[in-house]
């Protein structure tokens, strides 16, 4: 055409992109691209380019023309199976399978054709959802059981045809609509049963396609779909017999199964994905474990009140064993750190958990004192500052659960309690040792801490019983009077805020100069609130004197070992 008169040149241009147009419109988005000649000017490239949101448009209008042709099906087949000309067990597998049919045509759908692959999937979701609704409730040709089948397999089916091409819009629209379906339905049939199980194999299904690295936005949503369903039946089976009319009873293996499996299918993805894959566990799936963990915790505690606490407890403590174990041995290097705190803080919070299911007061108190040392000496020798934490963790819940607490504030502040047990000697005694073994504090918060609390447990415990001890001495002698109470108090903190202060300045530990300065304060509020309120005024006057040598005393030994 070069040779051509430059009028017919771009007659024939103009021709050849009608031709184009044409070819789009009765193609859509098929028909190919514009091309432009080489030396086309650029003015017909801009007449090009408007012809890609009009063929765009016209590919759109023809899918949704399809999708209203599918709904169209549905109702036809709906009208079919009210006019009772065929069985409806018949229509129902005719309507099942049309659904199917949509989800395969959604899955063959190219790759380019995104808009397509949803609607068409969307249109499979609209016609199979009330469809099982009204087959179930309305003409009763499926059981409840015969639904969750039918949901379990649509899911089947979504994953088996949509995995190898990775069509993860389908497998949202499919695993969103069965699971909503199967919810519903448990609720509307009073039949929890067969659903959660259904909604236990989409579970399944989503943490199989996470193991084979293709994540799936719709797994929170399905899991928290599936959590409710599971916790609904605790709800409703952990109540009076009189609270759930119409629903079927069941028995404790099948109360028990759901929430244990879910439990089973969470843990059994984190170990595969987070020991043989070496992956970041990620904020859905550590939280999740943990609501399905409490959910099969609960489920034992309900439905199997005699054994479900033994159970559970072993659970806890093995569970906790196996953590530790994964913490120091397969996330210990690096690029595993959030495997390591996530498993670290669940292995200390399981072993609490068991250590209380497992034992009473006493021995709790001497299983977590043996914790808290041998977790602190271990943390000390293998240089690891979690298993320290730890140790710290056990010291205070093996406090607690000694009542040291209590028998602190009534020593030192209240009525004065009864003979303490030997639990109080032996948090006292676990106290020491681990600040003891504890490695020197550094400018770490979490160093400093690892000496303050085991530090202050020590000194809270000692005082109290230095205070009983001396009053059983004066009891001997006389009946204390509130006054003598008042004032052997002050002398015990007074006494310990001085030894504190010399032996932090002595061996250089700023931890014992912050006890002695918040021993001073206590002493300032005790003697506005007991002394001067109850005692007479020889007590009083001692009372302050003391109060008064410590005061000076204590800035000077703390500035003594600031000078060394």
């Given at each position: ?11 024939a241009?103009?021709?050849e992109m ?5 070819a ?5 988005s098929e028909?190919?691209g514009p091309?432009?000649l080489p030396d086309?000017?650029?003015?017909q ?9 009009f ?10 023309g399809k ?9 036809v087949?709906r009208a079919?199976?009210e006019?009772?000309s ?6 129902a ?18 790759a380019d054709?995104?808009?397509?692959s949803?609607v ?5 979701a ?13 003409f009763?040709?499926l ?10 397999g649509?899911v089947i089916a979504?994953?088996?045809?949509a995995f190898?091409r ?12 069965a ?6 339905l448990?609720v509307?049939?009073h039949d ?18 996470a ?11 399905v899991a928290?779909i599936t ?7 605790i709800f ?6 009189a609270?759930?009319?119409g629903y079927p009873?069941?028995?404790?293996l099948?109360l028990?199964a ?8 969470y843990a ?5 994905k987070?020991?043989?894959?070496k992956r970041?566990?990620s904020?859905f799936e ?10 099969a915790?609960?489920t034992l ?14 659970a806890?403590l ?5 953590s530790?174990t994964?913490v ?11 495997n390591?705190?996530v498993?670290a803080?669940?292995?200390v919070?399981?072993?609490l958990?068991?250590s209380l299911?497992?034992f ?9 004192g043996a914790?808290?040392?041998?977790t ?9 500052t ?7 963790l056990?010291?205070?819940a093996?406090?607690i659960?000694?009542g ?15 003979s303490?047990?030997?639990?109080v000697?032996l948090?006292c005694a676990?106290?020491?040792a ?12 979490t160093?400093r801490?690892?000496h303050?609390?085991?530090?202050a ?5 000692l005082a109290?019983l230095?205070v009983?001890?001396l ?12 006054y003598h109470?008042a ?5 015990i ?7 504190l ?7 250089q530990r700023?931890?014992?100069?912050w006890?002695?300065?918040?021993t001073?304060?206590?002493v300032a ?7 001067l309120r ?10 302050i ?9 204590v ?9 060394i």
């Open positions: 055409m070069d040779h051509l008169p430059d009028p017919l040149e771009r007659l241009t103009r021709l009608l031709e184009r147009r044409v789009v419109l009765e193609h859509g028909a190919p091309a432009l086309a000017p650029a003015t490239a801009a007449q090009a380019t408007e012809t890609l949101p063929s765009q448009s016209g590919s759109m209008f023809s899918v949704m999708a209203m042709l599918g709904i169209a099906g549905a109702y087949l079919v199976a006019s009772s065929l069985p409806k067990l018949v229509v597998a005719v309507a099942i399978g049309y659904a199917l049919m949509w989800l395969v045509w959604a899955v063959r759908s190219k054709e995104k808009l397509a949803i068409y999937a969307c249109t499979s609209m016609i199979l959802a009330p469809l099982l609704w009204e087959l179930t409730l309305r009763k040709v059981d409840p059981a015969a639904t969750a089948g039918v949901l379990s649509y979504a994953f088996g045809l190898k990775d069509h993860a819009p389908v497998l949202w629209v499919a695993n969103v609509t699971a909503v379906v199967a919810l519903g448990a509307a049939t929890l049963g067969p659903f959660l199980g259904a909604l236990l194999l989409m579970v399944l299904c989503g943490e199989i396609a193991a084979c690295r293709l994540e799936l936005s719709q797994r929170p949503l928290a959590d409710l369903g599971v916790w609904g039946l409703i089976y952990s109540g009076p017999a609270a759930r009319a009873e069941v028995g404790a099948k028990l759901p929430a244990c499996l879910l439990f089973l299918v059994a993805s984190i170990v595969v987070t020991l043989v894959q970041p566990i904020v550590t939280g999740q474990t943990l609501i399905a963990f409490l959910l915790a609960c505690l309900y439905f199997a009140p005699a054994a479900g606490a033994p159970v559970l407890a072993a806890c093995a569970l906790s064993a196996a530790y994964a120091f041995v397969f996330f210990a290097g690096e690029g595993q750190g959030r390591y705190h498993f803080s669940w292995s919070a399981l072993l958990a068991g299911l497992c009473a007061p006493p021995g709790l108190s001497l299983f977590l914790a808290a040392i041998v602190t000496l271990l943390g000390t020798r293998l240089h690891r979690t298993l320290q934490v730890h140790g710290l056990y010291l205070v093996a406090a659960a000694s040291l607490p209590v028998y602190t504030f009534r020593a030192l502040a209240g009525a004065l309690p009864a303490p047990s030997w639990t000697f948090v676990v106290a020491i681990c600040y003891r073994a504890a490695k020197p504090a550094g400018a770490e918060w160093q801490l690892l303050l609390v085991p530090a447990i020590a000194v809270c415990g109290a230095l009983q001890g009053l059983g001495l004066l009891a001997l002698v006389l009946v204390p009077d509130v109470i004032f052997i108090r002050t002398l903190t007074c006494a310990l805020a001085l030894l202060a010399y032996s932090g300045s002595r061996w700023t931890e014992l100069n006890i002695a300065w918040a001073l304060t206590f509020a005790k003697l506005l609130f007991e002394d109850h005692g007479n005024l020889v007590f009083i006057a001692a009372s004197f003391l109060f008064a040598v410590t005061l000076m005393a800035p000077r030994l703390t500035r003594r070992g600031q000078r």
